[in-house]
């Protein structure tokens, strides 16, 4: 079943959240359990669900952040201490919003990479070599698909407006 399109709202934060961290050279964007999350430094550090921020923090600071308001653990049972969802009006305002994103970015350098992911199936499998399409539209294949560049365009700098009024 294809995934459902993500709607206006939770692009546009997705959108903020990549600009906050344009700044940094080790940022890696992927899917993860119904999230748009964001790795700093190969570990999980913002992830964005609905119009909803996931923050990972200190878990030793678990009991004072639960007790914020627009804020609810991921796991009320304990199991996922220092991960708290922050709902929109917990990051309504640039001093919120800065507040989080700083909060998880100090946190980082501290947290525990998961362990890699074990691959699947016959170890001793080679893997298709990839094809790729020069800017002519051609085919190219092995040394030649490396040599060929991608066409990409280069992101335009956006402002964001998901803060309800300015501090």
Not at 76 to 81: F, H, I, R
Not at 120 to 141: D, N, S
């Amino acid at each position: 079943m294809p995934a459902r399109p993500l709607s206006d709202e939770t692009l546009h934060l997705i959108d903020a959240v990549r600009t906050a961290l344009a700044h940094r050279s080790d940022v890696e964007e992927r899917a993860l359990f119904g999230t748009h999350a964001f790795f700093v430094d190969g570990k999980m550090s913002i992830a964005v669900k609905g119009e909803e921020l996931l923050v990972r923090l200190p878990p030793e600071r678990h009991g004072e952040l639960q007790e914020m308001q627009n804020t609810r653990e991921l796991s009320p049972g304990g199991g996922m201490k220092g991960y708290f969802w922050v709902e929109p009006n917990g990051f309504s305002t640039r001093t919120q919003w800065s507040f989080w994103i700083d909060e998880a970015l100090a946190y980082n350098p501290h947290a525990k990479a998961a362990p890699p992911k074990k691959k699947r199936g016959v170890a001793k499998a080679q893997p298709a070599t990839p094809k790729k399409v020069t800017a002519t539209g051609a085919r190219t294949k092995g040394a030649a698909a490396k040599a060929a560049k991608p066409l990409s365009k280069k992101p335009t700098a956006k402002k964001h407006s998901i803060f309800e009024a300015d501090d």
